[in-house]
Nanobody, 124 residues
Framework: QVQLVESGGGLVQAGGSLRLACSASGRTFSDNTMAWFRQAPGKEREFVAAIGSTGDNTAYADSVKGRFTISRDNAKNKIYLQMDLLKPEDTDVYYC?????????????????WGQGTRATVSS
């Protein structure tokens, strides 16, 4: 069983930055692929970024590529999402997700464990 807790959301102006963090419980963190997804009210949860178990493999949605950076610290059982050059359309609830494996999967149906989410709001 894996428990995930997100933090770091908040309100920021367009062009600003936020850093989200996700803390994971469980001894198998270093064996797991981790990812960030986001969801707006009435919309499907969409892929943002993923990172493989070793941190060597990453994947990003086209909409955030070049602005967001995913990273992990296996010693601390944490992943991060550095969000720069934020836009109002980045306003969403951001969810951390986990699954076994080493590849940065994009499909939300492949993830077994989810956090409760943290809200990021970008004002124009």
């Amino acid at each position: 069983q894996v428990q995930l807790v997100e933090s770091g959301g908040g309100l920021v102006q367009a062009g600003g930055s936020l850093r989200l963090a996700c803390s994971a419980s469980g001894r198998t963190f270093s064996d797991n692929t981790m990812a960030w997804f986001r969801q707006a009210p009435g919309k499907e949860r969409e892929f943002v970024a993923a990172i493989g178990s070793t941190g060597d493999n990453t994947a990003y949605a086209d909409s955030v590529k070049g602005r967001f950076t995913i990273s992990r610290d296996n010693a601390k059982n944490k992943i991060y999402l550095q969000m720069d050059l934020l836009k109002p359309e980045d306003t969403d609830v951001y969810y951390c997700a986990s699954r076994g494996g080493s590849l940065p999967y994009r499909d939300r149906d492949l993830y077994a464990y989810w956090g409760q989410g943290t809200r990021a709001t970008v004002s124009s």
